[in-house]
């Protein structure tokens, strides 16, 4: 999924986000989880989530657009990616479930799909409290041989993600 895939992980390994946490790590395993207030309303959530063109970077794409971006939120639908000549997969649409503000995806994001490894990816948006501001909260749960020494850089990576949605979330 990374344009340049060394270029754009050694950037990821320094930047990290406030928002953004390793919750767990081991050789074969990592847990990321991230979280912020929006403002926006429940369904605005899932309409936006289901346009990464307009909040997904482009730099971490293969092609170079996130225009070539598409959500299918059905289970079994698609987030892919299209490419000249053909696509990639980036991941299917494993449950959406609007009452209970929550949609879950397999994942395997960029070099995670050369090592076959596992990856869920679960997002979930809040009601706000009297006053209160809605919660966005991402959980990605990663296992495969070798994966736990590349946590800071899909942490960087997603944590942009998650930063450029919320903004997204908020700008609506």
Known sequence: MLKTVSAGLALAMIATAASAEV??????????????PVRAAPETVLE?????AAWWSSDHTYSGDAANIRLDLVPGGCWCETLPGGGVKHAETLMVWPERRMVRFDAPFGPLQGLGADAVLTMTWSDPPEGGERQLKWTFVVQGPGTGAMADAIDGVLAEQF?????????L
């Open 23 to 36: 919750k767990a790590r081991t050789d074969s395993g990592f847990t990321l989880a991230f979280e912020r």
């Open 48 to 52: 936006t989530v289901a346009i990464p």
């Open 163 to 171: 930063r450029r949605l919320g903004d997204r979330l908020d700008d």
